[in-house]
């Protein structure tokens, strides 16, 4: 192909594979009278090669819009040589391009208006508009659940696994996985996350995230979401409620059935008459009230988780006190 083009035309992403492609052995193939045209991706050509060809004859001239280094170099050889036209990567700029771009944005503004569907947006996934009113429950029972665990002890966390069975899984679970690692990096970062750069930010944090789709067990449809570190394992589940609100129905090993929303304190505690009693009493003497309580058991080894549903925030004095309770093991506070 070098050896037999007049023009030769460059149209591939920048990959390891495709880096300075065009380089000296390339050029040494190509004709004496070929020009060269990049308006690709910077780094597909090695730019110092080029200009050695274009000094030396090996190729006629080149016309790029696009560098390994932008804006370019103005002491750059390339731009000394009268057989080469360079342009600030302005290769969407032309007429037609922008009105093609306008063409298509005006479309789907359109689309989203009468359909509801989004298309090649940067901070959310594009999905039938049919499966995303149906996933819609589910990423948001996700995003809940990773807020939540984001927000326990930290335990150093490599692995953020997401489980869905029944009609979760049918769906997809990778916007579902998303919108988890969403939810527990924001926890964790100082900016909001959205699930598409979720994954990139997750990298960059050494934390893997895996998606697995399993078959309906007690619940008919589920989201899990288990974190594993070097310090120990969270994990909790949830689902839509039955006007879509994210239930949780399952934590840290204990079953449950409590709303996730607002400022929840989370008091683990030995079974023993009179626990409930004094931790809700003391809320009251601190002026908090409780909207709703759940409690979750574990009858073997005789102890309880409980979600306590508060009106307000818990200040630390209180949660201090708490903690002081006799058979009170641990107390958490988290907002959702």
Request: glycine share 10%; aromatic share 2%.
């Amino acid at each position: 192909l070098l050896a037999r083009s007049d023009f030769l035309t460059i149209h591939a992403p920048l990959t390891p594979d495709t880096k300075n492609m065009l380089n000296d052995a390339a050029f040494a193939k190509m004709k004496s009278s070929a020009l060269l045209i990049n308006a690709a991706r910077g780094g597909i050509v090695d730019e110092e090669a080029l200009a050695r060809a274009i000094t030396e004859g090996k190729i006629a001239g080149a016309a790029l819009d696009v560098f390994g280094t932008e804006p370019i170099d103005p002491n750059h050889p390339l731009l000394a040589l009268d057989n080469v036209l360079c342009t600030p990567h302005l290769g969407a700029s032309t007429s037609e391009a922008q009105e093609r771009v306008a063409v298509e944005i005006a479309e789907q503004v359109v689309g989203y208006l009468k359909q509801g569907v989004v298309t090649n947006a940067v901070n959310v996934p594009t999905l039938p508009k049919e499966i995303a009113e149906r996933l819609e429950p589910y990423l948001d029972v996700a995003r809940a659940l990773g807020s939540l665990i984001g927000q326990l002890d930290p335990i150093d966390v490599r692995e953020l696994r997401v489980t869905c069975t029944g009609e979760a899984g049918e769906l997809g679970v990778t916007p579902i996985a998303r919108a988890a690692l969403a939810g527990f990096l924001e926890q964790h970062l100082e900016e909001p996350v959205n699930p598409i750069s979720a994954p990139y930010e997750a990298q960059e944090r050494g934390i893997r995230l895996a998606e697995v789709k399993e078959a309906s067990d007690r619940y008919a449809t589920t989201v899990r979401v288990t974190v594993t570190g070097e310090k120990g394992i969270h994990t909790a589940t949830g689902t839509p409620g039955r006007t879509g609100e994210p239930r949780l129905v399952g934590m840290e090993g204990y079953e449950i059935d409590a709303v996730m929303e607002g400022a929840i304190l989370i008091v683990r505690n030995e079974d023993r008459p009179g626990v409930i009693g004094s931790v809700g009493t003391l809320l009251g003497s601190q002026g908090i009230n409780v909207s709703r309580m759940q409690v979750g058991l574990d009858e073997q080894r005789g102890q309880a988780l409980a979600l306590w549903n508060v009106d307000s925030t818990v200040g630390s004095d209180a949660l201090e006190a708490l903690r002081g309770l006799d058979h009170v093991s641990s107390v958490h506070t988290l907002r959702l």
